[in-house]
């Protein structure tokens, strides 16, 4: 029997990541931090459940119940005429989100519903992830998080999503608005990703930074149901001291090389 308990959650990714993602600048309790509790390793073991039962393919959304979430969805939808041409029109979407985010350390906001972050813009991948997943099901596709890792790297995560479309899932980078599809055009799973360097290297381009084979060495599923709204938290945070390090250290460029700050790689 499948041992989920060893394979869900920060734990799974090891003591640096593990300790990483429990100091996330997002509020403890909130939507993101739950969502990165729940996420389930994908590896050998784990591939065939998560793309089989995991996710419920059913979307369930009340039409009408996120008004303004269904607005934004409706100003993407006139310049499309195929229902499939949707899944890029709105990672260009979510692309954009970072052209009118707020500048500067101090101004910096995450979390919130998907509503306050298109308000307010975000290149931070874990916001724009989830904005594309809401959006993706009020279209009528289902969709989940993917946490993406590079074990052999400091602070080296990235936040994606998968779409369910044409019966199969497919990875959407919601930052670079990059789809991932396969030669013969049908969509690229997380998994396919994983074990096909030259399959990830097709889409390299200037604007998508991680879409690099070694961002896919290891990740991690997430279910968000938009129709699941209440249950969240969805508390907006600030900037952390944790963060305000690291993020102030990627704006010097990383003087010495791109190492953990905190000790994260120690043993605590």
């Known amino acids: 029997m499948l041992?989920?308990?060893s394979l869900t959650g920060p734990k799974a990714f090891g003591k640096a990541y593990q300790y990483m993602l429990e100091n996330d600048t997002h509020a403890p309790g909130s939507?993101?931090?739950?969502?990165?509790?729940?996420?389930?390793?994908?590896?050998?073991?784990?591939?065939?459940?998560?793309?089989?039962?995991?996710?419920d393919l059913r979307i369930g959304y009340v039409k009408g119940?996120?008004?303004?979430?269904?607005?934004t969805l409706s100003a993407i939808e006139?310049?499309?005429l195929d229902p499939e041409h949707l899944i890029p029109a709105i990672a260009y979407f979510t692309r954009g989100l970072a052209e009118k985010r707020p500048r500067g350390l101090d101004a910096m906001r995450f979390g919130g519903t998907e509503e306050q972050v298109i308000e307010r813009g975000s290149e931070w991948c874990t916001d724009v992830a989830r904005v594309g997943c809401a959006l993706y099901q009020l279209a009528g596709f289902p969709c989940r998080i993917v946490n993406l890792f590079n074990l052999n790297a400091a602070y080296s995560g990235h936040v994606i999503v998968e779409v369910y479309c044409s019966e199969t899932w497919g990875a959407v980078d919601t930052n670079?608005?990059?789809v991932y599809r396969k030669d013969n055009g049908v969509p690229a799973t997380t998994w396919e990703l994983m074990n096909d360097d030259v399959?990830?290297?097709?889409?390299?381009s200037p604007e998508a930074w991680c879409t690099a084979p070694e961002q896919f060495t290891s990740a991690g599923i997430a279910n968000y149901y938009v129709r699941d709204t209440k249950q969240y938290d969805y508390s907006v945070s600030r900037l952390n001291d944790y963060y305000r390090a690291i993020l102030t250290m990627g704006g010097q460029d990383w003087p010495g090389g791109l190492c953990w700050l905190h000790g994260e790689d120690r043993e605590q």
């Open 176 to 178: 670079s608005a990059v």
């Open 3 to 5: 041992d989920l308990a």
């Open 31 to 55: 939507v993101d931090r739950e969502l990165a509790a729940s996420m389930i390793r994908l590896c050998e073991d784990t591939a065939s459940y998560l793309y089989d039962a995991y996710t």
């Open 78 to 80: 006139p310049s499309v």
């Open 199 to 204: 399959l990830v290297n097709r889409h390299k």
């Open 65 to 71: 119940s996120r008004p303004a979430l269904e607005e």
